[in-house]
């Protein structure tokens, strides 16, 4: 694809529901991350992939966050028994290099979550 | 946890006037990158600065690294409505990226 694919681009769930947001990176991009950003803030760090390499799940604000990537492609990220501060719009992003400092980041639009 | 900070926070101007927009850190990152982010979209890549002291331009975007590598300015002459957006700055270290909490910008015709 052109681009890094979010889906979906809204999810709407009840407190106490678990949640599933998808990610499709750029072809061939071995570095994979996910964002948190709230209303008009930056970016929370919360998960790295690279490669075949172990995450870093340093950002991660509580075990009911949890992402997995499947075949070095497309990542899930899954939000388990959700609170209302969860509510944000989570932000993937690839690269091609594997470190940050030599490839930018490529960033999907999105999946805005709200919980009631 | 190295943070960055920019200010400031919001920016309201009318169109054709100066602005400078700043990013800082008690942290040395190896580079620094400028993001910029219109409502309803992901950040998109502005600049990437590596060397301490490098000055970047893009059209009317000026972009300054640090002599020390911690901190960076972002410069737009004769402000634009189209401008206008959420400006990030993000420094790299160790594959990993560490954003601020942006510069929201708003530019009036």
């Known amino acids: 694809g052109a681009g890094v694919s979010q889906s979906p681009s809204n999810k709407v769930t009840e407190k106490g529901k678990d949640v599933e947001l998808r990610c499709d990176p750029i072809?061939?991009?071995?570095?994979l991350y996910w964002y948190r950003q709230s209303l008009g803030q930056g970016l929370e760090f919360l998960i790295y992939?690279?490669?075949?390499?172990?995450?870093?799940k340093s950002g991660l604000p509580s075990d009911r966050f949890s992402a997995e990537r499947t075949g070095g492609s497309v990542s899930t990220l899954t939000i388990q028994r959700t609170q209302q501060e969860d509510s944000a719009v989570y932000l993937c992003?690839?690269?091609?290099?594997?470190?940050?400092?030599?490839?930018?980041?490529?960033f999907g639009n999105g999946t805005r979550l709200t919980v009631t | 946890t190295q943070l960055l900070e920019q200010s400031p926070q919001f920016l309201s101007i009318q169109e054709g006037e100066n602005l400078t927009v700043y990013c800082n850190s008690s942290?040395?990152?190896?580079?620094l990158q400028w993001y910029r982010q219109e409502p309803g979209e992901g950040p998109v890549l502005l600049v990437t600065?590596?060397?301490?002291?490098e000055v970047k331009k893009l059209k009317r975007l000026t972009f300054q690294f640090g002599d020390a590598r911690k901190d960076s300015s972002l410069h737009i002459t004769a402000a634009q409505p189209g401008d206008t957006g959420l400006y990030l700055c993000?420094?790299?270290?160790?594959?990993?990226?560490?954003f601020g909490d942006g510069t929201t910008l708003t530019v009036k015709p």
């Open positions: 992939f690279q490669g075949n390499s172990a995450p870093d």
């Open positions: 993000a420094g790299a270290n160790a594959g990993k990226s560490t």
């Open positions: 992003a690839s690269s091609l290099a594997r470190r940050a400092e030599n490839s930018p980041l490529h």
């Open positions: 942290s040395v990152f190896s580079s």
């Open positions: 072809s061939g991009h071995t570095a």
């Open positions: 600065v590596v060397t301490g002291g």
